[in-house]
T-cell receptor, first 112, second 114 residues
Framework: AQSVAQPEDQVNVAEGNPLTVKCTYS??????LFWYVQYPNRGLQFLLK??????LVKGSYGFEAEFNKSQTSFHLKKPSALVSDSALYFC??????????FGTGTSLTVIP | KAGVTQTPRYLIKTRGQQVTLSCSPI?????VSWYQQTPGQGLQFLFE???????NKGNFPGRFSGRQFSNSRSEMNVSTLELGDSALYLC?????????????FGPGTRLTVT
């Protein structure tokens, strides 16, 4: 079965420290992977995607993600966290059936 | 370019009623997907429409249905509402018939069933 997992419901990090939000996938074939962010009472906003090519993908607001095929992971990272990064983050994968699979979300809190 | 719009933004219904939600995709986007978001379940895929045809369907009962019009606007209908249908319903659109194109989400419709 196709799926995306986010093993941490909650991540806390101090402002200025690096942050990592974890994601693992189980998608057949070559995976298409995405990260989205959701602020309170808003829809999801696209951050970045991996389709093919370089394993390190750079996206909006200074975020980046590293595709690791051997570990089937696509962790979201940022070198220096901001309080304004506090939000709900979703990892998603897509397969050849044109269907997207979302993780359950990770709530990130950046502590001033 | 205008983003994905959803109407209404908030809705309160009682059990047994039916409801119709509307989604207008970004201009030029032909794929529209619907998701149900609840605190405990995350985002659950309902269905996807592409060029007026349902292309994918999630694991929801037949009370949940949808359609897409020739201008790519989509509607979702839920009949015989249950308390458990209370959720944020998100619509997302994307361009091209390709996996490489990310989805863009609307702000959602918050449905409360009492």
């Amino acid at each position: 079965a196709q799926s995306v997992a986010q093993p941490e419901d909650q991540v806390n990090v101090a402002e200025g420290n690096p942050l990592t939000v974890k994601c693992t996938y189980s998608v057949s074939g070559n995976p298409y992977l995405f990260w989205y962010v959701q602020y309170p009472n808003r829809g999801l906003q696209f951050l970045l995607k991996y389709i093919t090519g370089d394993n390190l993908v750079k996206g909006s607001y200074g975020f980046e993600a590293e595709f690791n095929k051997s570990q089937t992971s696509f962790h979201l990272k940022k070198p220096s966290a901001l309080v304004s990064d506090s939000a709900l983050y979703f990892c998603a994968g897509a397969n050849t059936g044109n269907q997207f699979y979302f993780g359950t979300g990770t709530s990130l809190t950046v502590i001033p | 370019k205008a983003g994905v719009t959803q109407t209404p933004r908030y809705l309160i219904k009682t059990r047994g009623q039916q409801v119709t939600l509307s989604c207008s995709p970004i201009s030029g986007h032909r794929s529209v997907s619907w998701y149900q978001q609840t605190p405990g379940q995350g985002l659950q895929f309902l269905f996807e429409y592409f060029s007026e045809t349902q292309r994918n369907k999630g694991n929801f009962p037949g009370r949940f249905s949808g359609r897409q019009f020739s201008n790519s606007r989509s509607e979702m209908n839920v009949s015989t509402l249950e308390l458990g249908d209370s959720a944020l319903y998100l619509c997302a659109s994307r361009t091209q018939d390709s996996l490489g194109y990310e989805q863009y989400f609307g702000p959602g419709t918050r449905l409360t069933v009492t």
